[in-house]
């Protein structure tokens, strides 16, 4: 099982940018999809998830400017970021969570940069 995670980089304040998460060896609409983030010398946090029957939720930092979604096609889940913030700044990890038996799948690590 892979999770590979891109899209990260350099944004504005105010700026914008899609995440993406490429699972190959499971599906992902068989898990509980989720983008967490880890800020310097900080424990990773929950941004979003998605279930498998496409229910969302969000942590109150993000709340309004963040869209996670799943395309089952591809494979592949998503975070849409909006108005990021210096404070969004963190290197985000895609997750995979199983039902029943709780297994976790990580994809590598993506920078996000807000800065001017």
């Known amino acids: 099982v892979q999770l590979q995670a891109s899209g990260g980089g350099l944004v504005q304040p105010g700026g914008s940018l899609r995440l993406s998460c490429a699972a190959s060896?499971?599906?992902?609409?068989?898990?509980?999809g989720g983008w967490y983030r880890q800020l310097p010398g900080k424990e990773r946090e929950l941004v979003a998830s998605i279930t498998r029957i496409g229910t969302k939720s969000y942590a109150n930092s993000v709340k309004g400017r963040a869209t996670v979604s799943r395309d089952d096609a591809k494979n592949t889940i998503y975070l849409q970021m909006n108005n990021l913030k210096p404070e969004d700044t963190a290197i985000y990890y895609c997750?995979?969570?199983?039902?029943?038996?709780?297994?976790?799948?990580w994809g590598r690590g993506t920078l996000v940069t807000v800065s001017s």
């Open positions: 060896g499971i599906k992902f609409i068989e898990l509980m």
């Open positions: 997750n995979g969570k199983t039902y029943g038996v709780s297994v976790d799948y």
